[in-house]
Structure formats: structure tokens, C-alpha cells
């Protein structure tokens, strides 16, 4: 670490060096857990405050867990009545453009394992949790910098099935190229949510899509999928159980 602080204008600071915290637990304001890290570890660099730049070697975290619950109760509560905030007037007193005070950043390496997200959906009825497990991520080389691309590969498992995709990825402008893949995807772990905006239930079928993914932002945007998908053994349901 280094830092010093002028009389006048900005404040210099210089860290480098590798952090790592281990078995940490996080809770909601009632006390559920939320969140909870076996270990990460952060390899920086350089990180400069004055040249406002940051320059990450690598990111490794381990068995990460992440609890999330939808309770659409949660919008009629209070004294809001359902409406929503009026925004907040804009701060014109400074003329920096979000462009001037930007930072700059590079990732060399992340790596994610053991990670699993469960998310339970109060509002549906039944009450329906979907879990996401084995989340597996490793990415390089991405940054700040205008059509930088870095390279990730993702996979997981989640409603019996499997989820796989790998690829390009550009932060400025935004752009994507990657490979999709589920298999065997079990229709039936979505049934709460289909039946509520179809009134049609699926208590039988599974999923697999293979294919390719392309994306690129701009004044038009450009969005293309190319490959294959297919439903087998599928049982849909009306609202009266007619098949």
C-alpha cells in the first residue's frame, strides 16, 4: 500500500497484493440466510485511485451459495400503495461526463466452482424453489477497454438437466458470441410458473437445445441463434386436467 494526501487535489493511492477471505456468511435484515463464500481469493495487480484505474491478475472463488425468495407480498406492503417512486430530480452542479470518470479495468482470470443458487418463488402456488447447482465458470481476459473481448465457459445443472455455454464476450460495445447446450431439461420444474401465465400445466417433458448464440449491440441491435431444439415425452394439461 501506498497514499498520500495534498493540501489540494487528489489524494494519491497505489495497492497491490492478493486477498483472500474464507467462510463468510451473509443474512437478510430477518435474519434468513443469503449468501455464503467458502473462499475467494482477489490477486490485484495495481490498483491506482488517482489514475482511477484497477488491473485485477485473477479472481477464485469457491462453493459460493446464493438463497433468493420472491414474495409478491412484499409490493402491497407499506405505505407505497403500489406506486412507484417519483424520481429524483438530476444533479446538473457537475459537468463530468460519465465518459471522464470512468475507470479503467482488466481481469486476467477468473475462476468460479461449486457454486449453486436456490431460488424459492413465494408467490406461486404451491410456494416452488428452483435450485441451480455444480455452477462452473471460468473466464480471461476482459477489460474496460472498447472492443476488448475476453473468453468465458459456464456450466451447471439445474431441473434434472444440464446447462453449458461457451464463448466470446465484449463489455464496450456489448457483443456476444458463445455455444448454448441444455440437456434433458425437466419441463415439470417450471409447471407453477407456466401454469400461472397459461393457465396450462406440464407434469411431463423434458428440453434440449444446442446451438449457437450471437449478439451484438448498437444503434440496431443484432441478435441471431442458429441450432436445434427438442421436447420429448411432453404432457400438457388445461385448466380442467383435459390433456
Known amino acids: 500500500l501506498a497514499f498520500h494526501l495534498p493540501r489540494s487535489g487528489t489524494p494519491s493511492f497505489t495497492a497491490s497484493g492478493v486477498t483472500t477471505i474464507s467462510d463468510l456468511d451473509a443474512y437478510t435484515e430477518h435474519g434468513a440466510p443469503f449468501a455464503r463464500v467458502k473462499s475467494a481469493t482477489v490477486s490485484i495487480g495495481k490498483l491506482d485511485l488517482a489514475a482511477q484505474s484497477v488491473d485485477v491478475k485473477s479472481v477464485a472463488v469457491a462453493d459460493p451459495?446464493?438463497?433468493?425468495?420472491?414474495?409478491?407480498?412484499?409490493?402491497?406492503?407499506?405505505?407505497?400503495?403500489?406506486?412507484?417512486?417519483?424520481?429524483?430530480?438530476?444533479?446538473?452542479?457537475?459537468?463530468?461526463?460519465?465518459?471522464?470518470?470512468?475507470?479503467?479495468?482488466?481481469?486476467?482470470?477468473?475462476?468460479?466452482?461449486?457454486?449453486?443458487?436456490?431460488?424459492?418463488?413465494?408467490?406461486?402456488?404451491?410456494?416452488?424453489?428452483?435450485?441451480?447447482?455444480?455452477?462452473?465458470?471460468?473466464?480471461?481476459?476482459?477489460?474496460?477497454k472498447t472492443n476488448a473481448s475476453g473468453t468465458y465457459d459456464f456450466s451447471a445443472r439445474t431441473a434434472g438437466g444440464t446447462l453449458a455455454s461457451a464463448g466470446t464476450l465484449s463489455i464496450d460495445p456489448l457483443a456476444l458470441k458463445a455455444s448454448t447446450n441444455v440437456k434433458t431439461l425437466a419441463l415439470s420444474s417450471f409447471n407453477p410458473w407456466v401454469k400461472a401465465f397459461t393457465g396450462f400445466s406440464i407434469p411431463k417433458g423434458s428440453a434440449d437445445v444446442a446451438g449457437t448464440l450471437d449478439f451484438k449491440s448498437g444503434d440496431k441491435m443484432n441478435v441471431s441463434w442458429k441450432g436445434r431444439a427438442a421436447v420429448s415425452d411432453l404432457r400438457a394439461l388445461d385448466s380442467k386436467g383435459a390433456e
Do not use: H, R, Y
Open 65 to 144: 451459495e446464493i438463497a433468493l425468495v420472491i414474495n409478491s407480498k412484499s409490493a402491497s406492503d407499506g405505505d407505497g400503495g403500489g406506486k412507484p417512486a417519483a424520481a429524483a430530480p438530476a444533479d446538473k452542479s457537475s459537468g463530468a461526463s460519465p465518459a471522464a470518470s470512468a475507470w479503467k479495468w482488466s481481469l486476467a482470470e477468473l475462476s468460479l466452482t461449486g457454486g449453486k443458487v436456490k431460488l424459492t418463488d413465494q408467490g406461486a402456488s404451491p410456494a416452488t424453489t428452483l435450485t441451480v447447482t455444480e455452477i462452473k465458470l471460468a473466464a480471461k481476459n476482459f477489460s474496460s
